[in-house]
């Protein structure tokens, strides 16, 4: 196995001599193998390796059992550990994420602060084949592109993953051999987590179908990762041929239809994401309404997210920051649309669709969802007529229970949100105040609780520029 995961290092490039290595190690079956295997190959491959355990605040006194395994073990190989705690369900309830989504952001971010403390220029992570295998089909049950089908990749950026040549089940075999214990994490057991899930009964059902299953959906995540590359390559030279700089504009020849169709999707994101200035949020509506505009009329136009404006010109597409007479004049947009609890809503120039409904609340109610597009209110909380609109002077959330108030204004510049997106972020509102800014926080006061009688419930579906 040694030889194995040498090999692969090899091949992905993933470390050369004198790198420092931090391998972030739980204590779990797959870091300590990761740990064991590293150590094994450092002064072969001439790397120096220090290791960072991160302790969630999750588990109580067996969280902390297992940091001080990974301390123990890490003095027995003689190898310098850092252990860091964070309190993840505190951070996950501010931030309104899941428990997962905040345990892993915090996770990362100590990783590079350690890092740093060490002066490490990789960070080595225990993914192996079974996780990629999940990661593949989280990604195609939610819906996914050709890079979601990658799943985990053995690069990315500074993060490595030497395990990814290797399955669960050869892992547990070598800590066997090597006599070597390790921790078990008691949630890895709740079936509450998606993850979980298709851990503990997906894959074993695939298995009993096929044995080699976590083995043949790696060799397809491998090759849908080459087929990602070439497409991004193609896709980069087709940019060049056909898209360039007007001005601040960004110009998009009809001569781009004459590529192949995926490449020609691929051309358009990379456009959409350089005018952008970010690729985050935006999805293959996008992408097929900036195509569909090169069959429409010389002038017509649509919105896109971050206050972008398509338009069409006689030899393709013009791709510039939306402005008006009245924002050449410092005056905001002001529209508004009226959302009737329990109907739907379409917004054309945001290219999205609202639907609500109102539900009563049971003593043994579902929880409330944890998604960036669709929230739960008090709707008895709501005052007045709730309505989507764009921002205006006053507007403020309350931010906590004792009905503190912060204003629209100071929360977009607390989040970092870029100056030319703040007019053109969805807002949901009551006659009073700031319900929602829609793909961030609610407010505070109409948040919903053990008193709640009744829930407004608001999904949105696409968008131009929701978040």
């Excluded at 007529?385 to 977009?412: A, P, V």
């Amino acid at each position: 196995m040694q030889e194995k995961v040498r090999h692969y290092i090899e091949e992905n490039h993933m470390i050369d001599p004198k790198d420092i290595v931090l391998a972030a190690v739980s204590g779990g079956a797959d870091s300590m193998c990761l740990l064991l295997m590293l150590r094994e190959l450092c002064g072969e491959l001439g790397f120096t390796l220090c290791v960072v355990h991160v302790e969630h605040g999750i588990r109580g006194e067996e969280s902390l059992a297992d940091a001080r395994f990974v301390e123990d073990v890490c003095k027995g190989l003689k190898i310098p550990c850092k252990v860091r705690h964070c309190l993840a369900l505190q951070y996950a309830r501010q931030e309104k994420l899941s428990v997962e989504e905040a345990a892993r952001k915090l996770r990362y971010q100590i990783f590079w602060e350690t890092a740093g403390e060490f002066g490490a220029n990789k960070v080595a992570v225990a993914h192996n084949q079974n996780d990629r295998a999940e990661t593949m089909l989280f990604h195609l049950a939610r819906g996914s592109g050709l890079s979601g089908l990658c799943g985990i990749r053995p690069v990315r950026g500074q993060v490595i993953r030497p395990l990814l040549c290797v399955t669960r089940g050869e892992i547990e075999q070598y800590l066997a051999k090597k006599g070597q214990g390790f921790c078990i994490d008691s949630t890895n057991e709740e079936l509450l987590y998606t993850r979980n899930k298709i851990r503990r009964q997906i894959i074993p059902l695939l298995t009993q179908i096929n044995a080699n299953a976590v083995s043949h959906m790696n060799q397809a995540a491998g090759l849908a990762e080459e087929a990602a590359e070439l497409i991004e390559e193609l896709s980069q030279q087709a940019a060049e041929r056909h898209i360039w700089s007007k001005g601040e504009a960004i110009f998009i020849s009809c001569g781009l239809l004459k590529e192949p169709s995926i490449v020609i999707k691929a051309a358009l994101h990379r456009a959409l994401a350089k005018k952008a200035g970010s690729s985050k949020d935006l999805a293959s509506i996008h992408v097929q309404q900036l195509w569909q505009l090169f069959a429409r009329q010389n002038g017509k136009q649509v919105k896109l997210p971050y206050g972008l404006l398509a338009r069409r010109d006689y030899e393709g597409i013009l791709l510039e920051n939306s402005s008006s007479k009245e924002d050449k004049a410092g005056e905001r947009q002001t529209g508004q649309w009226e959302l009737l609890p329990g109907g739907s809503l379409h917004i054309s120039s945001y290219a999205c669709n609202i639907h609500t409904r109102i539900l009563e609340k049971t003593p043994h109610f579902e929880e409330i969802p944890k998604k960036m597009y669709t929230k739960w209110f008090d709707y008895d909380k709501i005052k007045g007529t709730t309505r989507l609109r764009t921002r205006r002077e006053h507007d403020y959330l309350t931010i906590n229970k004792e009905g503190k108030r912060k204003t629209l204004k100071k929360y977009f510049i607390d989040e970092k949100i870029a100056a030319g997106r703040r007019d053109h972020i969805l807002l949901l509102a009551d006659d009073t105040h700031i319900l929602w800014v829609v793909g961030y926080r609610i407010s505070e006061d109409v948040k919903v609780t053990e008193h709640t009688k009744r829930i407004l419930e608001v999904r949105v579906d696409g968008g131009e520029e929701i978040e």
